[in-house]
């Protein structure tokens, strides 16, 4: 087996990684990054769209694996979207150097100063909302759409629609920012630029316009010249040594997902930002194989984020839907989290499928009531979770009413088109927590029992967060890691 020595390295390219990485490297740390996904940029590799889905698509699936309208067939490759499937939950991930950055919708919310306070009452709210998120929103380019735009372009009917009809039904509505490049957009409508938000590009991966990752955080860290990026890297599990360091069993893949080497890295630190999901496996599969030593509050406090999904059909039929043509980008939201019975924020998302299908679609995100807990399963080798529908029966509730509320101001149903009653209890986009700050770990993400290991990725927010999480785990990560260099934990 070929072995490598290596001082840092990092697992996962995602948010948690990609900021340890540049602070890390610009701290003048030579750092290797493992990630199980394809390096796109590097690969020459054109992302797909929604209505064409190729090579990027899915992680080694035989059909696609979108929340629904699977028709799809594909062969099987290395593509950026992957699906864990549990009883209850199916939870959605990004694969590739860049992790979720490559397919989600870029919505960059900053949570909201009171909630934040109450998820996490020991960190300093103020530095913060000052020093940390302000930060974030300049490193990932965050901006925000034109109004002028929004109100004449086609592609935001959808919006418009479902703003419009939040207004009439008695809610407030607000303006979320994002990583998509809106000058771009404006050029893609006029056709000075090749499309992909207007080219139903998004979740499986865009070509234009959208700042991932790779084009901000990984690309600084990378020009540093300290950061190597391993791609088609998997780690199997951890072994902790007598002294210390740690040993990692690696396989390399191809893109059709077969091994191409069996591989060993040790090293001396290592950070685990492999995503809440990815990390956790990690940890508690090494425990059960390796006897990896881990803290008894690992897997525990793990929450959906709230997330359900509903949609409403005959949206307006008669004036036209909510558009034949829709961008991929979500730029609008309903804010109804101070309504004491039933707190919500929902997106107002886009349903890009080529014709007007007069649906609205919507991903609320809730308070979580009741957490989860990740184990595993050593038997059938895989993670387990304790999830079930009382976990989800309040945002139910909220989904439900809504839905009511929209239809009876509105008119139209509720979605049995989307989802099999109308409901997507089961749709997960932003799994948190199981290696809660604080908790599992110390103050700034040092897992607790170990003096060389490091968690930075969703798994540090407990669970839930009231919206979007991207900016929240790339500010905590940020915090964490500003304060782990300065107390000189690699030098
Ligand atoms: P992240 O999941 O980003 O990265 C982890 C990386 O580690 C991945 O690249 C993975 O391949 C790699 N990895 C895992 N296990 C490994 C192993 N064993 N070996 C090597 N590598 C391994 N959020 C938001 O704020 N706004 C939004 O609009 C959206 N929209 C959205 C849409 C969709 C479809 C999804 C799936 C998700 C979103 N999200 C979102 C959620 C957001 O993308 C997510 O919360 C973050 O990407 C999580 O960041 P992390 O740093 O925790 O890990």
Redesign the pocket.
Known sequence: KEITDAPILI???????AVSALRLCEAGKKVVM????LNWEKSGIPFSNMLKPGKSAAWLKKKTIAPFMNIFSLTPFTGT?DRMDFEHINI?????V????L???????TPKESYFREVFPDLDAKKFYSTYFPLVHKELKVNVIGEQFLKDCPYYKFTRVGEAEAHKAGFKTIRVPNVYDFQYMEKEYKNEVPRSAFNTEV?YGNNHGKNSLDKTYLKKALDTGNLEILDL????NIKLNDDKTYTLNVQQTDTSGAVVADKVFNCKKLIL????M?TL??LLKSNATNNFPIHEQIGKSWGNNGNFMTGRNWVKPLSGGTGAKQSTI?VGGIDNWEDKEHPFFTEIAPLPMGMDVATALYLLINRVDKKGEVSYDSINKKLSLNWDQSNTAKMKENADYFIKKMNRANGGTRSHFLFNNGFGADVC??PLGGCVLGKATNEYGKLNNHDNLYVL???LIPGTIGV????T?TAIAEYCIENLIRQNEFA
């Open positions: 697992i996962g390219s995602g948010y948690g990684g493992l990630e199980m996904g979207l959605w991930v990004g694969r590739g860049g992790g979720g950055s397919v989600n919708g870029g919505m960059a919310v979740i890297h998997c780690v199997d930002a492999a995503g809440t990815g496996k990690l979500p986009y932003h990725d969703g798994s979007n999480p991207f900016v785990i």
